[in-house]
């Protein structure tokens, strides 16, 4: 009975705090809805919480939005690289089965990088350049 306690009454602490931390960057909001958006791409039944915008009171949304400002504010991550390697894992056959929400995507984040680079290094040469493959990704 102590263990479900404890469960509830840290439920209710995350529930308190992402009320009162609704005000999520424009950034935040973007890269929160991209991921949602790819997930679902991928796979129409996927387990996301549905698209947000500041003000959004579900719980789930919230919980993701608060990963990717955390993502940018404590680990430093720019938004436009965040956002080629969502492109880029959410295309990916491996990493796309292995990256299904957004806490999963801060705490991998390294190891994304890293091997985004390598395959980046180890493609066959194209006369798109990376810059060029960059626009295309971010879908700037």
Not at 61 to 90: N, S, V, Y
Request: hydrophobic share 35%.
């Amino acid at each position: 009975i102590k263990e479900r306690k404890g469960k509830e009454m840290k439920l209710k602490q995350t529930k308190t705090f992402l009320s009162e931390n609704q005000n999520f960057s424009d950034e935040v909001v973007n890269l929160t809805n991209l991921l949602i958006s790819k997930m679902l791409s991928n796979d129409p039944k996927a387990k996301t919480p549905p698209f947000g915008e500041n003000g959004t009171k579900d719980p789930r949304w919230m919980k993701w939005a608060k990963e990717a400002e955390l993502l940018f504010r404590i680990d430093g991550r720019e938004p436009k690289e965040a956002t080629l390697l969502i492109h880029w894992c959410q295309d990916h056959s491996f990493w796309k089965a292995n990256n299904r929400s957004m806490a999963t995507f801060r705490r991998q984040y390294p190891q994304l990088r890293l091997k985004f680079q390598a395959e980046q290094v180890w493609q066959p040469a194209t006369k798109e350049t990376d810059e060029e493959r960059r626009k295309r990704l971010i879908g700037a």
